[in-house]
């Protein structure tokens, strides 16, 4: 079975702040890709980005970092300097099989002025 | 607009009533998937087709669910007798898988907007 936590309901900040979003998994196949969703109050997922398993390496793109260790099974996400367009809810998920996405329940982002 | 397409965005419908909705995927991409998403919950799968054939279901769709792709493209979700609970949001998704020159890009899924369905 497979399982996404992301046990940060809702988090707040203020603007310029950066935030942490936590994404533990548990899975038993050794070849999974791991994702993030943003899904802004329009309701659209949008794609951020996708890892492999055998790739540990943390990647940055823009304001945007993610840090992943399978030792820990966990695939955190980094907002840097935090802007009011960052508020949405963000989505951790987990593929094996290259079949379907099992998501967490998400983490709530609020970014204040 | 080249994205992912859903038809209509809201629906409200009275219980007992049939619905049907659409999605129309990328235009190359081969996999197309359905979810799921109540309030303050995550998307939850519910069936995906590769082409035109349906290769997975979850147990929650139950008998009242049927999706068809029938020429590998857009595709449909019916739901029969609609309940109270099956007030959410419902997503697709399309995917390409398969295609190794493109394998850079292949494999994310990417979602439409979704139809909200509400039923009173």
């Known amino acids: 079975a497979q399982k996404v936590t992301q046990a940060q309901t809702e988090i707040s900040v203020v603007e310029k702040e950066d935030v942490t979003l936590d994404c533990v998994y548990e899975?038993?196949?050794?070849?999974?890709?791991l994702f993030w969703y943003k899904q802004p109050p329009s309701g659209e997922l949008v794609f951020l980005i996708r890892r492999n398993s055998f790739d540990e390496q943390n990647e940055i793109s823009g304001r945007y970092s993610w840090n992943f260790q399978k030792s820990t099974s966990s695939f955190n996400f980094t907002i840097t300097a935090s802007q009011v367009v960052d508020s949405a809810v963000y989505f951790c998920?987990?593929?094996?099989?290259?079949?379907?996405?099992?998501f967490g329940k998400g983490t709530m982002l609020l970014v204040s002025p | 607009d080249t994205g992912v397409s859903q038809d209509p965005r809201h629906k409200i419908t009275k219980r007992g009533q049939n619905v049907t909705f659409r999605c129309d995927p990328i235009s190359e991409h081969n996999r197309l998937y359905w979810y799921r998403q109540t309030l303050g919950q995550g998307p939850e799968f519910l069936t995906y087709?590769?082409?035109?054939?349906?290769?997975?279901k979850s147990r929650l769709l139950s008998d009242r669910f049927s999706a068809e792709r029938p020429k590998g493209s857009f595709s449909t979700l019916e739901i029969q007798r609609t309940e109270q609970g099956d007030s959410a949001m419902y997503l697709c998704a399309s995917s390409l898988v398969g295609v190794e020159r493109l394998a850079a890009a292949s494999y994310e899924q990417y979602f439409g907007p979704g139809t909200r369905l509400t039923v009173t």
């Open positions: 899975t038993r196949d050794t070849t999974y890709y």
């Open positions: 998920a987990l593929q094996t099989g290259y079949s379907t996405l099992t």
């Open positions: 087709f590769q082409n035109e054939a349906q290769l997975e």
